[in-house]
């Protein structure tokens, strides 16, 4: 006689999983963790400080900055913060729409549109910004401070100064304009 095992027989994951976390519709990017010291009396009190920036792949993008005594409490609430402070900007297919400039404190963000297939040629907060936005194909340069929470301003600065650039009506040949017919109608009767 054989005996029959059910393998399919899962019991679920062992220990204390986190079950009531659901999973969330945003995408996001830790750009800096920085240990922070307090001064006080008895000495210093340490502390983690983390700039983070999410974004849904589909145009809305934010960031902020959470401070805790362990990593993982400042990134939660900083993605916590970032989520109530999400932005729309606009997007061309996998591009920007057009050239901007932008500028926060001492950190100037230049970005181009790029052809697709080009990929996000951009560095630091720039990549972070454009990867959770859903941009796959940029061009980018950062001139003067490359800190990394002014470059992610000026980014968010530049993104959200673009405008959608819409494509003027054929004009057809045989149409001009009415100013131009105007003149002509006045030489006609001189």
Do not use: C, W
């Not at 920007?96 to 297939?117: D, N, T």
């Amino acid at each position: 006689m054989v005996s029959q095992t059910n393998t399919n027989r899962s019991r679920g994951p062992r220990g204390r999983g986190r079950r009531d976390e659901e999973k969330s519709p945003y995408i996001e990017k830790v750009v800096s963790v920085r240990r922070v010291s307090k001064v006080v009396k008895g000495g210093r009190n340490l502390s983690f400080a983390a700039f983070v920036v999410i974004g849904d792949e589909k145009g809305k993008v934010g960031y902020s900055s959470g401070k805790a005594a362990a990593v993982p409490d400042a990134v939660r609430k900083a993605v916590s913060t970032a989520k109530k402070e999400l932005e729309s900007i606009n997007i061309k297919g996998t591009t920007v729409p057009h050239e901007v400039v932008a500028k926060f404190g001492a950190s100037k963000v230049m970005i181009k549109p790029a052809a697709q297939g080009t990929g996000i040629i951009a560095g630091g907060g720039v990549r972070a910004v454009m990867e959770v936005a859903g941009i796959k194909d940029v061009i980018s340069k950062i001139h003067g401070s490359n800190n990394v929470f002014n470059v992610v301003k000026a980014t968010m600065k530049a993104l959200k100064s673009m405008e959608m650039v819409n494509k003027p009506k054929d004009v057809e040949k045989n149409d001009k304009p009415k100013n131009v017919e105007k003149n002509e109608s006045e030489n006609k009767t001189n």
